[in-house]
């Protein structure tokens, strides 16, 4: 069902989703706020801050006007980084149809609320139903996604047709795209691996090793669970592409943001000096604050972001941290397991 939908904003995972559906037929119109990007995108069909090395589709059309993107647009993708999502939502209310689908793919919380990016947009879009929101995520690295290479995501809302409008946009046979009608569980999952993908750069960066690794992604998960569960997640999701799906390919890829700067602390760098040579979002970092305040506000443990926390703000070694928690007191694996929680959906 071809026709015209809308990408704000054209960073890297932004200009990989308008290529999925550029390839699905749709005419995509890319917002940004850079001029000189805009220009690029529309005479050399290159988006030279962000993968640079692809030609993008002649379908991708670029433009700094809001109003041009969303006019007509019968589904529209956000893709800012959490710390611009209330901007850019914004901008856009003057400008969205209620028909639209609204799907947005952005991992992280908002630093001072604290609130998930579907309640930011709700805020800021009060004529749109929030019931129809669609959050996608999952193990979805921009530069392979950008090359076709096969990728699952989900996309989760509370509207089954909303999730399955977003669906039918963007599935084709390199991306696989599932539906969830846990909208939380699948928005704390991809903000919180953030987290663990920083730890695991960390502990790489000391050459911990394997075993290290598999500990982090597991203990991880514990915390990504204990935390999503008590926020509203099902805890079947922290098992699904949102979940250890994309844990894995955050904690084991080379492209990932948040592994190489943990990987960059590690090895000595100051963490403003990191986020400066990055060049890109490290959403990660301002989610450790999140979690540091959501686990207290939950009553929730999370030793290893309780941890990580310390390292990137208050001075504290990796290795120490490291020492801390494996000298913890005893505990048992199992604790707090979760009862599934009902849904709209399954009634
Ligand atoms: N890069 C990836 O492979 C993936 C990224 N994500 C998530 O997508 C979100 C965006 O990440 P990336 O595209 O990687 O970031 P990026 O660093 O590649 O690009 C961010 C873009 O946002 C723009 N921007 C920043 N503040 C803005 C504002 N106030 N108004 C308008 N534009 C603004 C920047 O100019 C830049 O073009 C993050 O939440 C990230 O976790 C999710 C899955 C994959
Ligand atoms: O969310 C991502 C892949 O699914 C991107 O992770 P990084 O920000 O660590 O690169």
């Not at 920083?198 to 000391?206: E, H, K, R, V």
């Not at 926390?309 to 001075?315: A, T």
Request: proline share 3%; glycine share 8%.
């Amino acid at each position: 069902m071809p026709g015209k939908v809308s990408v704000l904003v054209a960073g890297s995972w932004g200009t990989a989703i308008a290529s999925v559906l550029a390839e699905n037929d749709s005419d995509v119109w890319l917002w940004s706020r850079n001029e000189r990007q805009v220009a690029e995108i529309n005479a050399e069909h290159r988006n030279h801050r962000f993968l640079d090395d692809v030609e993008l589709s002649p379908r991708i059309r670029a433009t700094t006007s809001m109003e041009e993107a969303l006019r007509g647009a019968k589904g529209v993708f956000v893709v800012a980084p959490s710390s611009a999502m209330r901007e850019v939502a914004k901008q856009m209310r003057p400008y969205l149809s209620k028909e639209t689908i609204l799907v947005h793919a952005t991992k992280g919380f908002e630093a001072d609320t604290l609130k998930r990016m579907s309640t930011v947009l709700a805020d800021e879009l009060p004529e749109y139903d929030a019931s129809r929101i669609v959050v996608l995520s999952g193990p979805s690295h921009a530069e392979e996604v950008i090359k076709q290479c096969p990728t699952t995501v989900v996309v989760a809302s509370e509207h089954a047709e909303a999730a399955e409008e977003a669906q039918d946009l963007l599935i084709n046979s390199s991306f696989r795209v599932y539906t969830n009608p846990d909208v939380v569980g699948v928005e704390v999952g991809g903000a919180l691996k953030n987290i663990i993908a920083l730890g695991a750069g960390l502990t790489d960066g000391l050459g911990y090793g394997d075993n290290a690794k598999a500990a982090l992604l597991t203990r991880g998960l514990a915390e990504i669970s204990r935390l999503g569960t008590a926020m509203g997640g099902n805890p079947l999701t922290f098992a699904g592409l949102a979940g250890i799906g994309d844990l894995v390919v955050t904690c084991t890829s080379k492209h990932s943001r948040n592994w190489r700067a943990g990987y960059l602390i590690a090895q000595g760098h100051p963490l403003d000096d990191v986020l400066k040579q990055m060049g890109m979002v490290v959403e990660g970092v301002k989610t450790t604050q999140a979690a540091y305040k959501l686990s207290r506000q939950y009553d929730v443990t999370m030793p290893i972001a309780d941890e990580l926390y310390e390292v990137l703000f208050n001075g504290k070694t990796a290795a120490a941290a490291v020492e801390d928690l494996m000298g913890r007191g005893r505990t048992h694996e199992l604790e707090e397991v979760a009862k599934p929680v009902q849904t709209k959906w399954f009634g």
